[in-house]
């Protein structure tokens, strides 16, 4: 059973789309953290997000953690080809034990 | 200069042999982690450490093996090696188990023949 289900699995757009993916649990986590992982490479952490209703941004790049802290969202404003690459949620259920990932959203932003 | 380094970055073997994956930090973080990736089932922690010679296992730690004798080094071994443990194999470190969140490294891309 995935702890963190991820969705959509892939997307594909044009630049200067918006999206919004999104990491979900029937499990309360203690917090969230979202990465990038992009071919060849490991993932490189975006953002920890360890309140209820906490919204971060990033740039283009806005996170927002649940309040009841099972679920966590990424929107991304006019996206470019830059930001192609795969989106993990990561999520730890209490603060002393390791993280678990989704299965991420592979994004393709097409020129 | 990357602060963690994994070796090595390729490796094919057979089926029965015995392979060590090396994983090596210089930010003398408490922490490292040894996850694998697969298609349709992500990342999977397989064993972590949390000190010198203090190791647990993760959800996947069947046929593997790690030893941490230096806060430097953390190892897996894959005593016989079989196809299912074809995979890319990542380390990452941490200073708290959560805390400011993992730094990985550049992985392993393991094939069992």
């Known amino acids: 059973t995935q702890l963190l289900e991820q969705s959509p699995q892939f997307l594909s757009i044009q630049e200067g789309e918006n999206l919004t993916v999104y990491c979900n649990s029937s499990s309360v986590f203690s917090s969230l953290q979202w990465y990038r992982q992009e071919p060849g490479e490991g993932p490189v952490l975006l953002v920890t997000?360890?309140?209820?209703?906490e919204v971060k941004k990033l740039k283009r790049l806005t996170f927002q953690f649940g309040d009841a802290r099972k679920d966590s969202s990424l929107h991304i404003t006019a996206a470019q080809p830059g930001d192609t690459g795969l989106y993990l949620c990561a999520g730890a259920k209490t603060g002393n034990t390791p993280l678990v990932f989704g299965k991420g959203t592979r994004l393709s932003v097409i020129a | 200069d990357a602060g963690i380094t994994q070796s090595p970055r390729h490796k094919v073997t057979e089926t029965g042999t015995p392979v060590t994956l090396r994983c090596h930090q210089t930010e003398n973080h408490r922490y490292m982690y040894w996850y694998r990736q697969d298609p349709g089932h992500g990342l999977r922690l397989i064993h972590y450490?949390?000190?010198?010679?203090?190791?647990d296992k993760g959800e996947v730690s069947d046929g593997y093996s790690v030893s941490r004798s230096k806060t430097e080094d953390f190892l897996l071994t894959l005593e016989s090696a079989t196809s299912s443990q074809t995979s890319v194999y990542f380390c990452?470190?941490?200073?708290?188990?959560?805390?400011?969140?993992?730094?990985f490294g550049s992985g392993t891309r393991l094939t069992v023949v």
């Open positions: 997000v360890v309140t209820g209703g």
């Open positions: 990452a470190i941490s200073e708290g188990i959560v805390g400011r969140g993992y730094t």
């Open positions: 450490s949390y000190g010198v010679k203090d190791t």
